[in-house]
């Protein structure tokens, strides 16, 4: 049975930051999107900033989501600085 | 209870994510185009101008999250709807580069009366700032930095 993934998005200055718009993620059974940002944080470098930072909004499939939100195989789970449109 | 989405039959979509530049006259007519029961329009215009988080801002470069944007917008409007008699309502924000004095965002929303066009116009404005997914980032001659988000516009999205 293959491998249950997610996919991850990132957008604006951690786009630019972490050199990546987007990147396949392993999608164990229980993980939120806290969990998710602490796995990519763990890789050390310019992605230590995922960690605990609360200056990072999370959508999960295109709709606001929050840390403990669950995050499901399949998911397009997205990380983003605050918003600045308008 | 008078039929709101009567009105509403438009050949338009009501959200428009774009890099080309709009006609606000052209959007003002096709709010006006929207029945007898319309009694009031309210349009707002955002402008790429010269200073912002920095002084000397020559220009902008927008990003978005396709998909997610529209979405959030149209959600925007029927919120609007929800609170204000909106019988018809335009959104346009543009994406991409954008040099000094550009128009970047439209919205226009028309109504029966002039209270709830103001309101949802505002709204949606204030809402879309704090929560559709755009970023800025200013270009200035000494190089070129992403916008922060402003506490204020937070406040002022939460006011609603």
């Not at chain 2, 006609?23 to 101008?49: H, K, N, P």
């Not at chain 2, 200073?51 to 990003?63: A, N």
């Not at chain 2, 309101?119 to 404005?125: G, S, T």
């Not at chain 2, 402003?150 to 939460?158: G, I, L, N, P, T």
Request: contains cysteine; aromatic residues 8%; glycine residues 8%.
């Amino acid at each position: 049975m293959p491998e249950q993934t997610l996919s991850v998005r990132f957008f604006a200055r951690l786009r630019e930051e972490l050199s990546t718009d987007h990147l396949i993620m392993p999608a164990p059974a229980g993980q939120t999107a806290a969990d998710l940002l602490a796995a990519l944080a763990s890789r050390g470098g310019p992605w230590a900033q995922l960690n605990a930072s609360q200056a990072v909004m999370i959508a999960i499939n295109q709709a606001m989501a929050k840390p403990q939100s669950p995050v499901e195989p399949g998911d397009e789970v997205a990380f983003f600085p605050p918003v600045t449109g308008g | 209870m008078p039929q709101k989405s009567s009105a509403c039959s438009q050949a338009v979509p009501s959200v428009s994510i774009q890099n080309a530049d709009f006609d606000a006259a052209l959007e003002y007519a096709q709010l006006r185009d929207s029945g007898a029961g319309t009694g009031a329009i309210a349009t707002f215009t955002g402008l790429v101008r010269d200073s912002g988080d920095r002084q000397g801002v020559i220009g902008l470069f927008l990003e978005h999250y396709p998909g997610m944007t529209e979405q959030v917008i149209s959600d925007l409007i029927a919120r609007a709807g929800q609170r204000w008699d909106v019988r018809k309502a335009r959104v346009i924000h543009r994406i991409g580069h954008l040099p000094l004095q550009s128009q970047i965002v439209f919205v226009g929303v028309c109504s029966a009366h002039r209270g709830d066009a103001f309101a949802a116009c505002e709204f949606i404005m204030d809402a879309l700032k704090a929560s559709a997914p755009f970023w800025k980032k200013e270009l200035t001659n000494a190089g070129e930095h992403w916008v922060e988000q402003k506490a204020s516009d937070v406040v002022r999205s939460e006011d609603w």
